[in-house]
Structures are given as structure tokens and as C-alpha cells.
């Protein structure tokens, strides 16, 4: 009996996303056209299953036949690590990334995968992210005997299912995503810029102001002159460089003074990211310290 229900961790899909990118950009061993293929571990419980974790696949395409071949031994050993670990996986189905479904999926699901699970799930993963689409690039499919001895894929409907502390480490990743692409410190920038724009123009309004005063085209207004006084005394600038001093002397120190502003706001920036990697680090540690000391001891998993 196949599966009824598929449970995937955001986690699972975001590794293998990863796997993808990494193959296609050049990071693997791999050909950037190479398929991707990789092993999911869970729980199946009936028809029931819930995926947790995955590992990518090792496989050979340089066979004299064609077709992909993975070791078995590799497999066996991946399946021997997960369940040492987590007693409670087993190896449940596996994944790839294509267009659409081929026939070398079902003889991969039948040659190898149903070596190790007795009903696999297979993800497939569409390459064609579409961004029309308000839905994950995502299949889950289990292989049924229809005649004889032919199996097709058939649909199943899957869902994402996440723990509460996923939920909220997903959710604190998402608060921490840069904005329209931005880091930390570009945003920082972006915004010391913007301000000194804002300060510009309204300096520029101020000196064209008291240019015209100064010139009786307009009245004198001994307020804004205090004012525009205080400001110029409130600058580096007209207490740090004399009158012998060039404007070369004055762009050095205004450089010099930026790339120490800058310095600062990146430090900062770098020091916030490692306090949260290490508030991260320590949640985990909590969490899974105790299950892995259990687990390596002959203990149950959660």
C-alpha cells in the first residue's frame, strides 16, 4: 500500500535546493548539467510518512549502458549513519531535479531505492521555477504494478510539515534575509547616503540663501546667520584644517574618517551575526545533544 499523505521538512527542501545550486554553479565534482539526485530519511508510519533529513547521492554516468549507476554499498552505508544516529529514520524514498518525469526515474526507483524501502517516495523537483506560480516546484510520487509487471508513478498529495523550533528558526532566518538583496551593511550605507544627500541639498539652500543676503538681495536675517555660524563651527572641518591646509589635506581626512566610520559598521555588523550564529549554536546544542547522546547509547529518538 502506498502512501496517503507526505510530510516534507522545509529543511529537506532546502537542502536539496542547495544540492541543485552547488551542481549547477559549478561547486561539485559534477557537471553543471549532471542530474541531481540525493536520499530522503523519516518516519512512515502507514500510509503515513514524514521526511526529515536527506544526503545526496553518489552515482556514476560513465556506464557502458548509459544509464546512472549508483553503488549499493554507498547507499547501505548512508542508511547504516542515519539510523545509528536516528533509530527511528530509515531510508524512505530519494530525490531529483528535472523537467519532467522520465523513464529512468521508475528504473532507479525499482533497481535501487526499492532495494532499501518497500514503498519509496520520489520527489521531483522542477527546474523551471515559474514565478507566476504561488506554489512549491515540488511532486511527490510513489510507483504502483498496473499490469503484469509495469509500474508508473502515481501522485500523492504532500504538505509541508515543520516542527515549532523550525518554525522559529525559519522565521528568525527570514527576519535576518537582506532586503531587495542588500546586507546589513549595504542597507547601513544606503541609508548614511541617503542622509548625506538630504544634508547636502539642504546646506546647498542654506549658502545660496546667505550668498543673496550677503549680495542685499534679500533682507538679512540674523537668525539663520547665528544659526548657519553654529552649524560651520559644528563641522571637523573648520576646526581641523587650517587656512594653509589644501583641500587635497581636507579630502585625506574626510577619507580617512569614512573608512573608519565604515570599519566600525562593519565590525558591528560581523559581531551581530556572530551572536546570533552562537544563539543559533546553543539552541541546537540543547535540542539535540541529549537526543544524540540517548540515541548513541541504544535510546529512542524523540
Known amino acids: 500500500q502506498g502512501a496517503a499523505a507526505v510530510g516534507v521538512s522545509p529543511l529537506v527542501i532546502a537542502s536539496a535546493c542547495d544540492h541543485f545550486a552547488r551542481v549547477a554553479m559549478g561547486g561539485s565534482k559534477l557537471p553543471k548539467d549532471a542530474p541531481v539526485y540525493g536520499l530522503l530519511f523519516g518516519i512512515q508510519s502507514g500510509s503515513q510518512v ?175 546667520i547665528r544659526k548657519a555660524s553654529k552649524i560651520c563651527k559644528m563641522l571637523n572641518s573648520s576646526s581641523s584644517i587650517s587656512t594653509t591646509e589644501t583641500k587635497s589635506d581636507l579630502r585625506q581626512q574626510f577619507d580617512e574618517q569614512l573608512t573608519a566610520d565604515l570599519m566600525t559598521t562593519f565590525l558591528s555588523t560581523v559581531t551581530k551575526s556572530n551572536l546570533s550564529l552562537t544563539e543559533v549554536a546553543d539552541v541546537y546544542s540543547l535540542i539535540y545533544g541529549d537526543f544524540q547522546t540517548n540515541a548513541m547509547m541504544g535510546g529512542g529518538g524523540f
Open 50 to 224: 514524514s521526511i526529515f533529513d536527506s544526503a545526496e547521492a553518489i552515482y556514476d554516468l560513465n556506464s557502458p549502458t548509459g544509464h546512472a549507476l549508483f553503488p549499493v554499498e554507498h547507499i547501505e552505508k548512508k542508511n547504516a549513519l542515519w539510523t545509528a544516529v536516528f533509530t527511528d529514520y530509515k531510508l524512505i524514498g530519494w530525490y531529483a531535479f528535472a523537467d519532467e518525469l522520465h523513464p529512468e526515474h521508475l528504473r532507479i526507483q525499482k533497481k535501487y531505492i526499492s532495494l532499501f524501502s518497500e514503498n519509496p517516495i520520489f520527489l521531483l523537483f522542477d527546474k523551471n521555477i515559474s514565478s507566476v506560480e504561488n506554489k512549491l516546484p515540488l511532486t511527490a510520487y510513489v510507483d504502483e504494478q498496473v499490469e503484469g509487471e509495469s509500474h508508473i508513478f502515481v501522485e500523492v498529495p504532500f504538505h509541508v510539515q515543520s516542527s515549532q523550533i523550525e518554525k522559529i528558526t525559519m522565521d528568525t532566518v527570514m527576519k535576518s534575509i537582506p532586503t531587495d538583496g542588500l546586507s546589513e551593511l549595504e542597507m547601513a550605507n544606503k541609508s548614511s547616503l541617503s542622509s548625506l544627500r538630504q544634508l547636502d541639498k539642504r546646506l546647498s539652500i542654506l549658502v545660496k540663501t546667505i550668498q543673496l543676503m550677503h549680495e542685499n538681495k534679500l533682507p538679512k536675517n540674523h537668525e539663520l
